[in-house]
C-alpha cells in the first residue's frame, strides 16, 4: 500500500525524518469467529507541535492503531505488523521492557472515559505520581510538588487538597483534567488523546480541548487526537485521517477535509454534524446501513455497501476492487475512491455543498 | 464511623434476641420431653412433676424464656435449681445441661479452642490456596494451568466433605501410617506442642479447606479476568508500569475486595463449629458439642451454642462492612 500523509514541513532535525512515522499498520485479532481485520495498512507521519486529527465511527480502527502505538498490544493476542517510527526508534518490533520505559515518559494517553480509566481505590494524586515515580527516580515530594503543579495547571481549583480525593469525589471534566495531567506528568513528547471530550458535556468539552491546546503550545508535544466528532477535529488539527473498516479512506490537511472532501464517506460524515445556525427540515443526515464487520470485510472498497455513488464509476468494480489511495492535487491530499476525481469534485460542488 | 458502629451493635442484639427466641420456641415445639430424657428410666408422674419443679418446666414457656435471658442479660446471672438447692450460675449463664448438669458455657468454653485452631488454619489455607489457583488461572486463561485449575476446582466443590475427609484419614492415617491416629489430646497447642499439634490438624485442615479453597479459585480467577479487562488497568500500563504492580497493586486489589466479604462471612459461620469435619476427626470443638446436644435434646446447649455460633456470624458481617468500606473509598458507612 502507498498511502501517507505528511503533516507540515519535513522537520530538520534526525535528517529529515518525521518525528512520528506510522508505516503500513496492521492489526489483527484472531478470534473464535475469526480473524479481525481492525487496522489494515495505516500511514500517517506527525511532527511535534502539530496536531493530527483520526476521524471515523466505532469499530473504524481508531483506538486500536493508537493502543498499537502505545505498545499495549503486546503480550495479548493481537497481531501487529509494518513500522511505527517514534523519534527515531521502531515500536513495532521493541521488546515490552525498552516499550514500558517509553509509556508515559515519551508517549502519553489520554483515555475516553475517565471515570472509569482511573483506579477507583487510589488517590488521584497518587495516581498521578505513581506515573511521575515509575520514570523518575526522584522523591515522593517531588512527584507531588510536580502533580500539584500539573493539576493547578489542567485548572483544577485548590489542587493541594483535591490532590489526596479519589477519582469518585471528582466531576467529570475534572477528571478528565486529572486525566490530562496525569499523562502530562512526565511531559511526553507524543500526546494520544483518544475521545477525550465524547463523555463531557459541551462547556467541558470547548473548556478540555483550550486546555490541550495550550498546554501543546507549552510543551511542544505533538497530539494524535481520535475522534467521531468533526467539530473537535476542525478546532484541533492541522491534519486529518479519515478511517473507514480499519483502513485510510481520505486523508490531508483540515481544509481539504472540510472544504474540498471527495471521499463519499466524509461527505457522509460532514453531512452528519448537527449545525444550531440553519434552520431546515430539522433531520439529522445520516450514513446509511452499518459500519462492515472486520471479521469479513468488503473485497472491494470498503465502504461500497453504504455508498450512493457507485453509479458514478467508471471502469472499475466497487464490490471487488480496491481503490488505491491516490493523492489529488499538489497538496498532501489523498483520496481512496474509484470516482474519477473531476467527477468527485462536480459532486461535492453540485449534490454536497449546497447541504452541508 | 462511631455512630454506625454503635446502631450495628445495637442492630446485632436484636437479631441475636430473635434468634434466641426463635431457638427456645422452636425446641418446645418439637415432640421432645426433657423431663422424661432427665429423669431416666425409672419414671412416673411423681419423679417427672419433681424434674418439672427443679428445671422450672412447670411455669409458662414465656417465663422460662424471659429466665433464660435473665442468665445472658444481667451481670450476676441467674439463681437455678430447685428451692432448697439453689446455686448460682454465674454471667454469661446458658443454663446447665441436661445431660450431666455441666454448666454451658464451660463446655462452649471447652470446645471452642478446638473449633478456632481448626477454622483459622483451614482458613489461611484456603485462602492463599485458592487465591494463587485463582490468580494464576485468571493470568493464564486459557492455557494448561488455568484448564488444571479450574478442573481442581470443580473436583473441589463436587467431592462431598465426607467423603474426602474419610479419604485422607484413612490413606494418611491407617494405610501409609504418615500420622499418627487422632489424639484429641493433641488440639491443644501449648500443652502439647507445634508438630503433635500440626500433626492432629493437618488433614481436618485440608477436608475442611478443600471446598472453599475451590470456591475461592473459582471467585478470584473470575474477578480477576473481570478486572484485568478493566481500563484501569490500560491506564496502568500506558503508565509504564511493570507488569507486576499491574497485576498486584492495580488488579488484584480491585479482584480481592468481594473475596474479603465472602472470607470474613465463611469464618465467621466456621467459629460456630465444623460439624462434619469435627465428627470425621473426634475433634471436639463446637460442632461435635452442637450434634451431640441436639442429639440429646439438650436444650440449654442446643441454645447456647446457637447463640455463641449466631455472635460470631452477627460480628462477621459487621467486620466485613467496616473493611468494605477501609477498601474501597466509595462505600460510605451510613
Redesign the interface.
Known amino acids: 500500500m502507498t498511502e501517507s500523509v505528511t503533516s507540515a514541513p519535513p522537520a530538520d532535525t534526525r535528517a529529515g525524518k518525521p518525528f512520528l512515522e506510522v508505516k503500513d499498520l496492521q492489526v489483527h485479532f484472531p478470534t473464535d469467529d475469526g480473524l479481525v481485520k481492525a487496522v489494515n495498512g495505516l500511514n500517517f507521519t506527525l511532527e511535534r507541535g502539530k496536531t493530527l486529527g483520526i476521524v471515523g465511527e466505532s469499530g473504524s480502527g481508531k483506538s486500536v492503531s493508537s493502543l498499537a502505538i502505545m505498545g499495549l498490544h503486546k503480550g495479548s493476542k493481537a497481531k501487529v505488523s509494518g513500522e511505527i517510527w517514534l523519534d527515531g526508534a521502531e515500536l513495532v518490533s521493541m521488546s515490552v521492557p525498552e516499550m514500558r520505559a517509553l509509556r508515559g515518559q515519551q508517549v502519553a494517553m489520554i483515555f475516553q472515559d475517565p471515570l472509569s480509566a482511573m483506579h477507583p481505590f487510589y488517590r488521584v494524586g497518587d495516581q498521578l505520581t505513581e506515573a511521575f515515580l515509575v520514570h523518575n527516580n526522584a522523591p515522593k515530594a517531588v512527584a507531588k510538588k510536580r502533580a500539584v503543579e500539573l493539576l493547578d495547571r489542567v485548572g483544577i481549583p485548590s489542587p493541594d487538597k483535591r490532590f489526596f480525593d479519589y477519582p469518585h469525589q471528582f466531576s467529570g471534566g475534572m477528571r478528565q483534567r486529572a486525566m490530562i495531567a496525569m499523562a502530562l506528568m512526565c511531559d511526553p513528547a507524543l500526546l494520544i488523546a483518544d475521545e477525550p471530550t465524547t463523555a463531557l458535556d459541551v462547556t467541558v468539552q470547548a473548556q478540555i480541548l483550550d486546555l490541550m491546546k495550550d498546554l501543546q503550545k507549552e510543551f511542544n508535544s505533538a497530539i494524535i487526537l481520535i475522534t467521531h466528532d468533526l467539530g473537535v477535529v476542525a478546532k484541533m488539527t492541522e491534519n486529518v485521517v479519515v478511517m473507514y473498516g480499519g483502513r485510510v479512506v481520505e486523508s490531508g490537511n483540515v481544509r481539504d477535509i472540510f472544504y474540498r472532501p471527495e471521499m463519499p464517506y466524509t461527505w457522509g460524515l460532514l453531512g452528519s454534524i448537527p449545525r444550531v445556525n440553519r434552520s431546515g427540515d430539522g433531520r439529522l443526515k445520516s450514513i446509511r446501513g452499518t459500519p462492515p464487520s472486520l471479521i469479513n470485510l468488503p473485497k472491494g472498497c470498503p465502504f461500497q455497501p453504504r455508498c450512493d455513488y457507485q453509479e458514478h464509476v467508471e471502469g472499475a468494480n466497487c464490490a471487488t476492487e480496491l481503490p488505491e489511495l491516490l493523492q489529488i492535487g499538489q497538496e498532501q491530499h489523498r483520496v481512496r475512491c474509484h470516482i474519477n476525481s473531476e467527477q468527485r469534485k462536480q459532486l461535492f460542488t453540485e449534490q454536497i455543498k449546497p447541504s452541508l | 464511623m462511631g455512630r454506625y458502629l454503635i446502631r450495628r451493635l445495637i442492630q446485632a442484639v436484636f437479631v441475636l434476641l430473635v434468634i434466641s427466641a426463635i431457638t427456645f420456641f422452636l425446641f418446645w415445639a418439637t415432640p421432645a420431653n426433657p423431663a422424661l430424657l432427665i429423669c431416666g428410666r425409672n419414671c412416673n408422674a411423681e419423679t417427672v412433676a419433681q424434674v418439672n419443679a427443679t428445671y422450672g418446666f412447670d411455669k409458662p414457656l414465656v417465663v422460662q424464656y424471659g429466665q433464660y435471658m435473665q442468665g445472658l442479660v444481667s451481670p450476676g446471672g441467674r439463681t437455678i435449681g430447685s428451692e432448697g438447692n439453689e446455686r448460682n450460675c454465674a454471667w454469661p449463664c446458658f443454663g446447665e445441661s441436661y445431660q450431666n448438669g455441666i454448666p454451658v458455657w464451660n463446655s462452649i468454653k471447652d470446645a471452642f479452642p478446638a473449633t478456632l485452631w481448626l477454622a483459622l488454619g483451614a482458613a489461611v489455607l484456603w485462602l492463599l490456596s485458592g487465591v494463587m489457583l485463582g490468580l494464576i488461572a485468571a493470568l493464564r486463561k486459557g492455557k494448561f494451568i488455568d484448564k488444571f485449575s479450574v478442573g481442581l476446582a470443580l473436583f473441589g466443590v463436587s467431592f462431598p466433605t465426607i467423603v474426602f475427609g474419610y479419604l485422607l484419614l484413612f490413606l494418611f492415617i491407617v494405610k501409609l501410617k504418615w500420622i499418627p491416629f487422632p489424639d484429641t489430646a493433641n488440639a491443644a497447642l501449648f500443652t502439647v506442642g507445634p508438630v503433635k499439634w500440626l500433626q492432629f490438624y493437618i488433614l481436618p485442615w485440608i477436608t475442611l479447606a478443600l471446598v472453599f479453597a475451590a470456591l475461592y479459585t473459582r471467585i478470584t480467577r473470575a474477578n480477576m479476568i473481570d478486572t484485568m479487562n478493566?481500563?484501569?488497568i490500560?491506564?496502568?500500563?500506558?503508565?509504564?508500569?511493570?507488569?507486576r504492580?499491574v497485576v498486584f497493586k492495580?488488579g488484584l486489589?480491585?479482584a480481592l475486595t468481594p473475596i474479603v466479604t465472602i472470607f470474613g462471612l465463611d469464618v465467621g459461620g466456621l467459629l460456630g463449629g465444623a460439624v462434619i469435619t469435627e465428627q470425621i476427626f473426634s475433634i471436639t470443638g463446637l460442632g461435635k458439642f452442637s450434634i451431640d446436644s441436639v442429639l440429646s435434646n439438650d436444650l440449654p446447649a442446643i441454645m447456647g451454642v446457637v447463640l455463641f455460633a449466631a455472635i460470631f456470624v452477627v460480628l462477621a458481617n459487621i467486620v466485613v462492612d467496616v473493611l468494605y468500606a477501609v477498601?474501597?473509598?466509595?462505600v460510605r458507612l451510613s
Not at chain 2, 490500560?234 to 507488569?243: D, I
Open positions: 478493566e481500563d484501569y490500560r491506564t496502568a500500563r500506558a503508565k509504564g508500569l511493570g507488569e504492580t492495580h486489589r480491585s477498601i474501597d473509598p466509595r
